[in-house]
T-cell receptor, first 115, second 118 residues
């Protein structure tokens, strides 16, 4: 079974530029999560989708961050304009919803450095 | 809202020895799930072990076991026969019983860096 795929793995941009990250969840997983992990901290949820609908985006900085999940499969997370404090690893994760407590599987992450 | 606390930022263990990583959490729910994830330098989150709150028996996975104390809201991870490959960050995480909706997300602690001395 293929895992959660993310790209690009690494990105360096200047502040005020824009960047987009792509995620392809495990086949059949209805729920998709984007987490932000700043160095030395635990991951923080940015946005959660169930199929193509947003379930929770309470911690997404909506003035600069946006995300979409077209057709309930792939997802894109965009940052525009980027700030220095956006430097982090962006982790995409997915889970199936058929059984309570299903494991959440993570991708390898997209490392963003804003200079 | 649920919170997860990992108060030890770093720990070190000698190869082949045993180490215990601590975690406490706060919740008003009676049914939930607890997890330990390992994060090597590659940054991918790898599931180590999970515990269902309704189960009294502590979960075990090979060299990894937990001490789950529901009343004390404590969930520690014991690594036996430590190996060099165990060196990584370890995160304790909480998940509500709900498997859909906003309560299905993972809430993480700050993590602990484990180093293994040869």
């Amino acid at each position: 079974e293929a895992g959660v795929a993310q790209s690009p793995r690494y990105k360096i941009i200047e502040k005020r530029q824009s960047v987009a990250f792509w995620c392809n969840p495990i086949s059949g997983h209805a729920t998709l999560y984007w987490y932000q992990q700043i160095l030395g901290q635990g991951p923080k949820l940015l946005i959660q989708f169930q199929n193509n609908g947003v379930v929770d985006d309470s911690q997404l900085p909506k003035d600069r961050f946006s995300a979409e999940r077209l057709k309930g499969v792939d997802s894109t997370l965009k940052i525009q304009p980027a700030k220095l404090e956006d430097s982090a690893v962006y982790l995409c994760a997915s889970s199936a919803d058929r059984v309570s407590g299903n494991t959440i599987y993570f991708g390898e992450g997209s490392w963003l450095t804003v200079v | 809202a649920q919170t997860v606390t990992q108060s030890q930022p770093e720990m070190s263990v000698q190869e082949a020895e045993t180490v215990t990583l601590s975690c406490t959490y706060d919740t008003s729910e009676s049914d939930y799930y607890l997890f330990w994830y390992k994060q090597p330098p590659s940054r991918q989150m790898i599931l180590v072990i999970r515990q269902e709150a309704y189960k009294q028996q502590n979960a075990t996975e090979n060299r990894f076991s937990v001490n789950f104390q529901k009343a004390a809201k404590s969930f520690s991870l014991k690594i036996s026969d430590s190996q060099l490959g165990d060196a990584a960050m370890y995160f304790c995480a909480y998940r509500s019983q709900a498997y859909t909706g906003a309560n299905s997300k993972l809430t993480f602690g700050k993590g602990i860096t484990l180093s293994v001395r040869p």
